[in-house]
């Protein structure tokens, strides 16, 4: 059974926090993001990843980073957490022509 | 700038066929055309994808124009649980995956 894993459900940070998103994928995947989802606006990306250590910047980057040192893990890091950045947080892998397989997402509350 | 263009909503009688249209009109020749659904607020879920000829699956067909400038997803006999936005994409391999504001589709009963 493939999966996508986030570390976490949901989750409660304080504003100026550093916060990790935890992604994991099972199937050799080449390629990851992360996507928010806020309502009205659908799903937005931030960042890609295509292979190991490297990254495209998405729609919406400004207030992330994001580290790739292993294949199958793929990180989402917000450096200083803003009221702004809660949001619903959705992770995804996909090979060469492949479908795309998504965590059941992360929900973030910053306060 | 949108790759694709869709409508914003749609309604389908259950039972009945839905036929979800996208626009592409500026597809290059080694793109595809992926379909996924999201349902509330779960992670989008794949549907289907092709190159140039029409696609079947369990779930759906999908039909590309010979210029492959547009596409139509075909929900052969759509239930309440095909309620969900409907997302029309077009990539390459090792390419971004970006989702537009998709079709709400409707189905009633």
């Known amino acids: 059974d493939v999966k996508v894993t986030q570390s976490s459900r949901y989750l409660v940070k304080r504003t100026g926090e550093k916060v990790f998103l935890e992604c994991v994928q099972d199937m050799d995947h080449e390629n990851m993001f992360w996507y928010r989802q806020d309502p009205g606006l659908g799903l937005r990306l931030i960042y890609f990843s295509y292979d190991v250590k490297m990254k495209e910047k998405g729609d919406i980057p400004e207030g992330y980073s994001v580290s790739r040192e292993k294949k199958e893990r793929f990180s989402l890091i917000l450096e200083s957490a803003s009221t702004n950045q809660t949001s619903m947080y959705l992770c995804?892998?996909?090979?060469?022509?492949?479908?795309?397989?998504f965590g059941q997402g992360t929900r973030l509350t910053v306060v | 700038d949108a790759k694709t263009t869709q409508p914003t909503s749609m309604d389908c009688a259950e039972g009945r066929a839905a036929n979800l249209p996208c626009n592409h009109s500026?597809?290059?020749?080694?793109?595809?055309v992926y379909w996924y659904r999201q349902i509330h607020s779960q992670g989008p879920q794949y549907i289907i994808h092709g190159l140039k000829n029409n696609e079947t699956n369990e779930m759906a067909s999908l039909i590309i124009t010979e210029d492959r400038k547009s596409s139509t997803l075909i929900l052969p006999h759509a239930t309440l649980r095909d309620t969900a936005v409907y997302y029309c994409?077009?990539?390459?391999?090792?390419?971004?995956?970006?989702f537009g504001a998709g079709t709400r589709l409707t189905v009633k009963p």
């Open positions: 995804a892998s996909d090979g060469m022509n492949t479908e795309a397989f």
């Open positions: 994409i077009v990539r390459t391999y090792n390419n971004d995956m970006r």
């Open positions: 500026t597809i290059s020749g080694n793109e595809y």
